[in-house]
Nanobody, 120 residues
C-alpha cells in the first residue's frame, strides 16, 4: 500500500506564510510527477503547482511569485512554501503523486488534505 500524508496547514493572517509537506510511504518503487491541488468551498479542485521527478515546475497564475514547490526524492517528500498569503488562498490543500509500487503499476494517489485558512 502507498500513503500520502500532508501536514503544515493552519490559520494565518493575510501576508503571512505557511509551509506544507507531503510525505509518501509504503511499497514505493519510484515517484514521478507530484503536485499540490486546492479546493475552496463551492469550487472545483484546482492545480496549484506541479513538479516532475527531475525538478521541472509549473504554477497556477494566481500563485506565481508567492508559492514555491519543491521535493526531496531521497525522503519521498514534497513541499509547498506559501508566502504573501491572501484570503482567497483559503482552501483544503491536497497532494497528489504518480507512484509505481511493488504491487501495482503506476497509479495516482491523493493525500487526505490539510486546511489552510487565511484570515485576520
Amino acid at each position: 500500500q502507498v500513503q500520502l500524508v500532508e501536514s503544515g496547514g493552519g490559520l494565518v493572517q493575510p501576508g503571512g506564510s505557511l509551509r506544507l509537506s507531503c510525505a509518501a510511504s509504503g511499497s514505493i518503487v519510484s515517484i514521478y510527477n507530484m503536485g499540490w491541488y486546492r479546493q475552496a468551498p463551492g469550487k472545483q479542485r484546482e492545480l496549484v503547482a506541479g513538479i516532475s521527478r527531475g525538478g521541472s515546475v509549473n504554477y497556477a497564475d494566481s500563485v506565481k511569485g508567492r508559492f514555491t514547490i519543491s521535493r526531496d526524492n531521497a525522503k519521498n517528500t514534497m513541499y509547498l512554501e506559501m508566502n504573501s498569503l491572501k484570503p482567497e488562498d483559503t482552501a483544503v490543500y491536497y497532494c497528489n503523486a504518480w507512484i509505481a509500487s511493488t504491487i501495482a503499476a503506476i497509479n495516482s494517489y491523493w493525500g487526505q488534505g490539510t486546511q489552510v485558512t487565511v484570515s485576520s
